[in-house]
């Protein structure tokens, strides 16, 4: 059994240890034996949460660290304390680099290992129709300090910028008519439409496509014992991961567009994930790991079997309908959910 110490500061590990097995035949080098990579990452609903059970991010950098033979702990912090944590040495890297953000000196960094969607979401339908920030010209959209603390937010001069420190925040400020128009990430607010669904309310509109997409990499410390072979070994198992389909159920998305190891694009679907769209729209509900020209795929893999053809493909996609609820804080989100 590969061992993997995953640090919740409250939480349990339990759920974190399930990935582990079906990996357990790839030969890597450990970062270093008897030593433990200390991780933190910032508190972020769905992705980084000090419960186990929505902390879809964590789970997924915990499962490529335990491909790799590397123990590990993972904190789960405040932006203020994971800074700090990192400058007076308690961590040696964080999981959640994020690609809008200048990366810190004297650290180095994996290839990205998820991307995050932002997309203008609205209470009216014409949020679906923009799909350039000439469209909000004047307009007040609100933005959490996540990304509005970038150069790229920044300079988009004629755009209003409203600004609130959590993704709460900014729900609630739309659902006050503070704002006509968020930037928000996709699965959360996909997340948080389920919570309007199971209410009976009307959902939220969301652009057809991402103002801006954002990757997400691994970072540590350039000074610790074999630092760049685990990168390169991290960046190895993550390219495992996603052809068997693990990161589809790790991040709960039925189909994946991505790169496989000689950057030609793959269509990745995973059977187990329980929203999966018709197979006719496959292509059109796929969740890009990556920016692409072209949705059109060179490959094809079905529950870790490739496949050469799309129409062999299509006919082993079981289509299924979602049941799960929201991975969002029904207690916490509740009250915004009966006002709106």
């Not at 800074?83 to 810190?104: C, M, N, P, W």
Request: aromatic share 8%; hydrophobic share 40%; with cysteine.
């Amino acid at each position: 059994m590969i061992r993997a110490d995953i640090k919740y500061c409250g939480g349990m590990i339990a759920k974190l240890l399930r990935f582990t097995a079906v990996f357990a035949a790839v030969v890597f080098m450990p970062y270093s034996v008897g030593q433990t990579l200390r991780l933190v990452a910032d508190e972020w609903p769905t992705y980084v949460e000090y419960d186990p059970d929505r902390s879809r991010l964590t789970d997924l950098a915990s499962a490529i660290l335990n491909a790799t033979k590397t123990r590990h702990n993972i904190d789960v912090s405040t932006l203020a304390m994971s800074v700090s944590g990192l400058k007076a040495g308690r961590y040696d890297g964080y999981i959640d680099q994020l690609s809008l953000l200048e990366t810190r000196p004297g650290f180095i960094y994996s290839q990205p290992f998820f991307t995050h969607h932002l997309h203008i979401v609205s209470k009216q339908e014409s949020a679906q129709e923009i799909t350039s920030q000439s469209q909000l010209r004047r307009e007040r959209v609100g933005i959490v300090r996540r990304f509005a603390d970038s150069d790229r937010i920044r300079n988009l001069h004629d755009v209003r910028w409203a600004r609130v420190p959590t993704d709460f925040d900014n729900f609630r400020q739309l659902a006050d008519d503070r704002v006509d128009f968020i930037l928000a990430d996709r699965l959360q607010v996909e997340e948080f439409n389920r919570l309007l669904a199971a209410d009976g309310e009307e959902l939220l509109y969301i652009s057809q496509r991402p103002m801006i997409s954002v990757n997400v990499s691994l970072g540590i410390k350039a000074d610790i014992e074999n630092a760049k072979q685990l990168i390169a070994q991290f960046d190895d198992a993550k390219q495992q991961l996603l052809s068997s389909g693990q990161i589809n159920r790790i991040m709960d998305i039925a189909v994946l567009l991505s790169t496989d190891a000689a950057g030609n694009q793959q269509l990745i679907v995973n059977n187990s994930v329980e929203a999966m769209p018709d197979a006719g729209k496959l292509l059109q509900h796929a969740y890009k790991l990556g920016a692409f020209r072209s949705t059109e795929p060179t490959s094809y893999r079905v529950d870790g079997r490739t496949y050469e053809t799309w129409n062999d493909a299509r006919e082993q996609v079981r289509v299924r309908p979602v049941k799960r609820g929201s991975l969002l804080d029904d207690a916490l989100y509740k009250p915004l959910v009966d006002s709106w």
